[in-house]
């Protein structure tokens, strides 16, 4: 809208008597509010870098460090101890010729209150520091806090009592550690020694000494050096090295997505539920450039999490490269990308500064529904480009996308604040076969037709025509608890927006908006070459998701056992019972504690766990010696996930010798062999955040499904779940039909694995 009010603001002709200028008022008068907000918006950035950079003093402190510096002057006494009077003796001649002598004593006192406040400001941003570099307390049991860890929680709620910003603890947070190679190698090794025959042991163990004493202390030595000029030395390197420079299809293999409701649709208009979706985004979105946002923290605890995957969640996107893909982030963007039917459109979302109404977006939305117009040539299957391999997606774009119309049309996808898609098909567990519907819903939203949906972007909505939702987002820009927080909110729309009677959004509509822009293209024919590849991929995929309703958290927690360690058993029981064996298991953990930290993997098979499902499946041992192998399992579980937690995992730290052993072009076999091994149960837990959003006591049907992913090994499994409230787990599995052995829909191995540990 602003680029159009921009072309017709005026308008001019030459005529014999010389220019006849014309100017459109309406339309300049909407550039100037629209620059308005502009201007706002830099003040706010401006205001909060001064606040949070403060953090944890605040602004008005340096008004009480000034007053109390002047009162103690004036009782003739020296705070500075003679600091006050070099700093006179310093100070620009010419202040000397136009101020008094008081003048001048006033102005070194300002100067030296100035250095002084920011001084205590240093000084507890680094106390700040220290106490959040402190984690024993995550090793204690619950009801056994030691002294130390009471005094260090007091001293941390004393000096985060004041109101945070979102990013106000980034400059506090400690940086990763190192850990010491011979504890990495040691923890290693301890995790495949279940996986392991005596010979395969003892000759990974000799591969692991030699590679200590040969290479891997001169790694070590290169990565302490990183770690001391990085903010942390994993994130830039797992970013470009894991997702970037990933040449495969995104699509199922590293996009991810999130559920609605699992009952409950809070309206069956596709145009209003969009409306509301949106506005919940934009509303998420302007709080997040306010950073009003709370600080993520430790569930139950005043501890702060990392907030920096948060800055490239809108306006954000994913471009192909020959070698290595680029995350291409801009400040703002006042319309989101739509498609529906074949077609794309631009949807201006504010008008004159002015953000539109839900009311006014559901108008507009259903403009673009009742849009008769058909797709160009090739324009319903532009988006399997992002959807296939990454370098012929480059050359395409390089080649058709670099200029003209096809240039303007792509960008006005890429600089969108996000993507969404008007699906003409109805999901949801619905019909007369809910299991089958579940199925089908996440299928959907993994990889739709594979070109309904524009995988580069950070995230894509999806508004089905049923009024059902669902999301699908990007990876290499930040990992699911971050896009779980944006959805919790997007989803809890029917409590805080609210529907009317009929099902529309609410607010009044301003019929004087201009309609929704068609993007115009001129497609290449090579775009089936890229579709054929992603179809494949896609129809490979079986996806099975099931409420699992026996029990709950609440059960398991009377038990007195983590409901993440009970659930981990269970997979490993679930996988032995599946293949008759044990795999390596990955589990995601986050390392947010850290500054910039994302994940570290949690080995969920471990010896303790591999004993307990053994003693139950053989059937010899009595049942309290199982009950009890079970506890040792998941205290060694709880004890992995804290490791991982506070930086003392395996596998990063690993990641990044052999990176660095790649930079100085030597090859390790231990590393090789180490980062070669598949991972075939891959796991990963999405944490309810804000509970108080849905008010499950009071609406009992507004149960999350939560989200999953992708299986990570061709032979393997992808298991996602989410812990819902005190009674239900929700189990979202997918796999491969290529591969015999796995099969996402064996309800009967999955949904009664827990019934076993939990007798």
Same mark, same amino acid.
């Given at each position: 809208?602003a680029?159009?009010?921009?072309?017709?603001?005026?308008?001019?002709?030459?005529?014999p008597?010389?220019?006849?200028?014309?100017?459109?008022?309406?339309?300049?008068?909407?550039?100037?509010?629209?620059g308005?907000?502009?201007?706002?918006?830099r003040v706010?950035?401006?205001?909060?870098?001064?606040?949070k950079?403060?953090?944890?003093?605040?602004?008005?402190?340096?008004?009480?460090?000034v007053?109390?510096?002047?009162?103690?002057?004036?009782?003739?006494?020296?705070?500075?101890?003679?600091?006050?009077?070099?700093?006179q003796?310093h100070?620009?001649?010419s202040?000397?010729?136009?101020?008094?002598?008081?003048?001048?004593?006033?102005?070194?006192a300002?100067?030296?209150s100035?250095?002084?406040?920011?001084?205590?400001?240093?000084?507890?941003?680094?106390?700040l520091?220290?106490?959040?570099?402190y984690?024993?307390?995550?090793?204690?049991?619950?009801?056994?806090?030691?002294?130390?860890?009471?005094?260090w929680? +007091? &001293?941390? %709620?004393? @000096?985060? !009592?004041?109101? =945070? $910003? *979102?990013?106000?603890?980034?400059t506090?947070?400690?940086?990763?550690?190192?850990p010491a190679?011979?504890? +990495? &190698?040691? %923890?290693? @090794?301890? !995790?495949?020694? =279940? $996986? *392991?025959t005596?010979?395969?042991?003892?000759?990974?163990?000799?591969?692991?000494?030699?590679?200590?004493?040969? &290479?891997?202390?001169? @790694?070590?030595?290169?990565?302490? $050096?990183?770690?001391?000029?990085?903010t942390?030395?994993?994130?830039?390197?797992?970013?470009?090295?894991?997702?970037?420079?990933?040449?495969?299809?995104?699509?199922?293999?590293?996009?991810?997505?999130?559920?609605?409701?699992?009952?409950?649709?809070?309206?069956?208009?596709?145009?209003?539920?969009?409306?509301?979706?949106?506005?919940?985004?934009?509303?998420?979105?302007r709080?997040l450039?306010?950073?009003?946002?709370?600080?993520?923290?430790?569930?139950?605890?005043?501890?702060?999490?990392?907030?920096?995957?948060?800055?490239?969640m809108?306006?954000?996107?994913?471009?192909?490269?020959?070698d290595t893909d680029?995350?291409?982030?801009?400040?703002?963007?006042?319309?989101?990308?739509v498609?529906h039917?074949?077609?794309?459109?631009?949807?201006?979302?504010y008008?004159?500064?002015?953000?539109?109404?839900?009311?006014?977006?559901?108008?507009?939305?259903?403009?673009?529904?009742?849009?008769?117009s058909?797709?160009?040539?090739?324009?319903?299957?532009?988006g399997?480009?992002?959807?296939?391999?990454?370098?012929?997606?480059?050359?395409?774009r390089?080649?058709?996308?670099?200029?003209g119309?096809?240039?303007?049309?792509?960008?006005?996808?890429?600089?969108a604040?996000?993507?969404?898609?008007?699906?003409?098909?109805?999901?949801?567990?619905?019909?007369e076969?809910?299991?089958?519907?579940?199925d089908?819903?996440?299928?959907?939203l993994?990889?739709?037709?594979?070109?309904?949906?524009?995988?580069?972007?950070?995230?894509?909505?999806?508004i089905?025509?049923?009024?059902k939702n669902?999301?699908?987002?990007e990876h290499?820009?930040?990992?699911?608890?971050?896009?779980?927080?944006?959805?919790?909110v997007?989803?809890?729309?029917?409590?805080?927006?609210?529907?009317?009677?009929?099902?529309h959004?609410?607010?009044?509509?301003?019929?004087?908006?201009?309609?929704?822009?068609?993007?115009?293209?001129?497609?290449p024919?090579?775009?089936?070459s890229?579709?054929?590849?992603a179809?494949?991929?896609?129809?490979?995929?079986d996806?099975?998701?099931?409420?699992f309703?026996?029990?709950?958290?609440?059960?398991?927690k009377?038990?007195?056992?983590s409901?993440?360690?009970?659930?981990?058993?269970?997979?490993?029981?679930?996988?032995?019972?599946?293949?008759?064996?044990?795999?390596?298991?990955?589990?995601?953990?986050?390392?947010r504690?850290?500054r910039?930290?994302?994940?570290?993997?949690v080995?969920?098979?471990?010896?303790?766990?591999c004993?307990?499902?053994?003693?139950?499946?053989?059937?010899?041992?009595?049942?309290?010696?199982?009950?009890?192998?079970?506890?040792?399992?998941?205290?060694?579980?709880?004890?992995?996930y804290?490791?991982a937690?506070?930086?003392?995992?395996?596998?990063?730290?690993?990641?990044?010798?052999?990176?660095?052993?790649?930079?100085?072009?030597?090859?390790?076999?231990?590393?090789k062999?180490?980062?070669?091994?598949?991972?075939?149960?891959?796991?990963?837990q999405?944490?309810?955040?804000?509970m108080?959003?849905?008010?499950?006591?009071?609406?009992?049907?507004?149960?999350?499904l939560?989200?999953?992913?992708?299986p990570?090994?061709?032979?393997?499994y992808?298991?996602?779940?989410?812990?819902?409230?005190?009674?239900?787990?929700?189990?979202?599995?997918?796999?491969?039909?290529?591969?015999?052995?796995?099969?996402?829909?064996?309800?009967?191995?999955?949904?009664?694995?827990?019934?076993?540990?939990?007798?």
């Amino acid at each position: 809208m602003a680029e159009a009010h921009q072309a017709v603001a005026f308008q001019f002709t030459i005529t014999p008597e010389g220019i006849d200028l014309q100017l459109s008022y309406q339309a300049l008068n909407q550039i100037y509010l629209s620059g308005v907000r502009s201007w706002k918006k830099r003040v706010s950035r401006m205001r909060n870098r001064v606040i949070k950079g403060v953090y944890p003093a605040s602004p008005s402190s340096w008004l009480f460090v000034v007053i109390a510096i002047l009162v103690t002057m004036y009782m003739r006494s020296d705070p500075s101890m003679g600091l006050i009077a070099k700093i006179q003796q310093h100070l620009p001649l010419s202040l000397h010729v136009s101020l008094s002598a008081q003048g001048q004593n006033i102005v070194s006192a300002l100067v030296f209150s100035t250095l002084l406040w920011l001084s205590l400001i240093l000084a507890l941003r680094l106390c700040l520091k220290l106490l959040l570099s402190y984690h024993q307390w995550m090793f204690e049991k619950h009801g056994q806090v030691s002294n130390t860890t009471k005094v260090w929680v +007091t &001293l941390v %709620r004393l @000096l985060s !009592s004041r109101k =945070p $910003l *979102l990013y106000s603890y980034q400059t506090s947070l400690p940086h990763l550690p190192v850990p010491a190679i011979r504890d +990495t &190698l040691d %923890r290693y @090794l301890e !995790s495949v020694r =279940p $996986l *392991l025959t005596d010979p395969e042991f003892k000759r990974m163990t000799e591969l692991a000494n030699e590679f200590e004493s040969s &290479l891997g202390n001169r @790694l070590q030595r290169y990565l302490k $050096l990183k770690a001391l000029w990085a903010t942390n030395y994993v994130s830039d390197w797992w970013e470009e090295y894991i997702y970037l420079r990933g040449r495969s299809p995104i699509m199922v293999n590293s996009n991810y997505y999130g559920m609605d409701f699992l009952y409950v649709t809070p309206t069956p208009v596709q145009a209003a539920r969009a409306g509301n979706t949106i506005t919940a985004l934009l509303l998420y979105r302007r709080k997040l450039n306010r950073e009003e946002l709370n600080p993520s923290r430790v569930p139950g605890t005043v501890i702060p999490l990392c907030a920096a995957q948060c800055e490239r969640m809108f306006n954000t996107t994913r471009t192909p490269g020959a070698d290595t893909d680029v995350l291409q982030h801009w400040q703002d963007s006042e319309f989101v990308a739509v498609y529906h039917n074949g077609r794309y459109f631009r949807l201006w979302v504010y008008r004159a500064g002015r953000l539109l109404s839900p009311r006014e977006i559901e108008y507009q939305i259903q403009r673009i529904l009742d849009d008769p117009s058909p797709p160009q040539a090739g324009e319903d299957k532009l988006g399997a480009l992002t959807a296939g391999d990454r370098t012929p997606w480059s050359q395409i774009r390089k080649q058709y996308f670099s200029s003209g119309g096809n240039k303007r049309s792509l960008d006005a996808i890429e600089r969108a604040a996000f993507f969404v898609t008007l699906d003409n098909e109805e999901q949801g567990m619905r019909g007369e076969d809910p299991a089958g519907n579940l199925d089908r819903y996440a299928k959907s939203l993994l990889h739709g037709k594979c070109y309904d949906r524009w995988f580069d972007k950070s995230f894509s909505i999806v508004i089905y025509k049923n009024g059902k939702n669902g999301l699908n987002a990007e990876h290499s820009w930040a990992d699911a608890p971050t896009v779980a927080h944006l959805w919790e909110v997007c989803v809890s729309d029917a409590f805080h927006l609210g529907y009317t009677e009929d099902g529309h959004c609410k607010g009044e509509i301003d019929r004087s908006l201009p309609h929704p822009q068609r993007l115009t293209w001129d497609i290449p024919t090579e775009v089936s070459s890229s579709l054929a590849l992603a179809q494949a991929l896609a129809d490979d995929v079986d996806c099975h998701v099931f409420p699992f309703r026996e029990f709950g958290k609440g059960r398991i927690k009377k038990l007195r056992i983590s409901p993440d360690a009970f659930i981990q058993i269970g997979l490993q029981l679930a996988y032995y019972r599946d293949r008759g064996g044990f795999s390596l298991t990955y589990e995601a953990s986050m390392t947010r504690l850290f500054r910039e930290g994302r994940t570290e993997t949690v080995r969920s098979c471990s010896n303790e766990s591999c004993a307990f499902v053994k003693a139950l499946e053989g059937g010899e041992v009595k049942f309290d010696h199982c009950r009890r192998l079970f506890r040792l399992a998941s205290e060694r579980h709880q004890n992995l996930y804290r490791m991982a937690m506070t930086g003392a995992g395996i596998d990063r730290h690993l990641f990044c010798l052999y990176v660095v052993s790649k930079y100085l072009g030597v090859d390790s076999p231990f590393l090789k062999e180490v980062l070669s091994e598949p991972w075939r149960l891959s796991t990963s837990q999405t944490p309810v955040q804000q509970m108080e959003l849905f008010d499950l006591k009071n609406n009992p049907d507004f149960i999350s499904l939560g989200g999953g992913f992708g299986p990570v090994a061709d032979d393997g499994y992808g298991v996602s779940y989410i812990i819902v409230g005190e009674d239900m787990i929700n189990f979202h599995v997918s796999s491969k039909y290529s591969c015999s052995e796995t099969v996402s829909k064996s309800t009967q191995k999955y949904s009664k694995i827990l019934l076993p540990a939990e007798k």
